[in-house]
């Protein structure tokens, strides 16, 4: 059976979405999602207000998050020249997902001190890159650029206030001329392995989902082989991104490799034209743990 009351993939102000944690639970709300995971990048702060806004839609909270790894793959020519893509991200992004988690437990403090240097490293990158920028005669107050974030700085907010001040026309041109990777003012952080990624959300009971595969360009099975031996429960096959026919692709492979498959908006905010839920999702492959947490809640 298929069903679209899923999103397990979404951001708030608390990383880079438009949107408080109150205005996606009714976004999701109003788009019929029962089951809905907030997934700000490399950090949890917004799980108890999220918890309580979906309790206040009548919609069930999935606490997540969007750990950004290293690479596992290099980037495959083919494949990027198959799905038009300039370039492979830099990164690879492990969705996390906790059904069970009981806040302030054990697992969740633990949890929460191996994240924090994650969300930690984002601001020394960023005054690293604010002050790249006025090397190159762009001055940018970094004051500014943490004011538009949450607790999770990060790129987009850069190329908001890059647009703001007049340098760039947009977003995408930031990342394209500036700040994109393998930009001139791009600059790497440290990131965990997925493999240590998986070992971490293991340990506090999680279950985790690799993101959007297409970002990274890399042969669908090398990828699955690569998941699977990594110790990753899932993939996201359904992502909007992704063309219907390599969500196929993915989904088959998934099956294939004893995977799971996971579907998600990546909602960032209505001004990006992008809308949450209506993403088609097969429940019978969704990862087991999810579906007895969610028989469990009597879903």
């Known amino acids: 059976m298929w069903t679209e009351k899923f999103d397990l993939h979404s ?67 083919d494949v990027m ?15 996390a997902y ?19 240097p994650l969300g930690e490293g984002r601001v020394p990158r960023m005054v690293a890159m604010v002050e790249k920028l006025a090397e190159l005669g762009i001055s940018i107050d970094f004051d500014a650029v943490l004011a538009r974030a949450g607790d999770s ?14 340098y760039v026309q947009d977003r995408q041109e930031a990342f394209d001329k ?21 070992e971490a959300v293991h340990a506090a009971g999680g279950i985790t989902s690799l993101a959007h595969p297409l970002y990274y360009c890399v042969d669908t099975d090398e990828l699955m ?24 692709q993915l989904w088959s492979a998934a099956k294939e490799a004893s995977l799971g498959t996971t579907c998600g908006s990546d909602f960032h905010g209505m001004k990006y034209n992008q809308s949450p839920g209506r993403m088609a999702v097969p429940t019978s492959t969704l990862p087991l743990q999810l579906k007895d947490a969610l028989t469990a809640l009597g879903a």
């Open 11 to 77: 951001h708030s102000t608390n990383s880079d979405g438009q949107h408080s944690v109150n205005e996606v639970a009714r976004m999701m709300a109003d788009s019929n999602v029962d089951f809905w995971s907030l997934t700000d990048h490399d950090t949890i702060s917004g799980w108890e207000g999220a918890k309580n806004a979906a309790e206040a839609e009548g919609i069930v909270f999935i606490p997540g998050v969007e750990l950004t790894c290293m690479p596992g793959l290099e980037p495959n020519a």
């Open 225 to 248: 082989i690569f998941c699977r031996d990594s110790g990753v429960d899932a993939i996201e096959c359904f992502h909007r991104s992704h063309r219907d026919s390599y969500r196929l």
């Open 81 to 95: 020249k198959k799905h038009q893509r300039e370039r492979a991200s830099d990164a690879w992004h492990l969705l």
């Open 178 to 198: 500036w700040i994109g990777d393998g930009k001139p003012v791009h600059i790497s952080r440290e990131k965990p392995s997925i493999v240590e990624a998986c």
């Open 98 to 116: 906790f059904p069970n988690m009981v806040f302030q437990s054990e697992q969740h403090l633990n949890f929460k001190n191996w994240l924090a």
């Open 153 to 166: 700085v990060g790129r987009p907010h850069l190329a908001d206030e890059m647009v703001k001040q007049g």
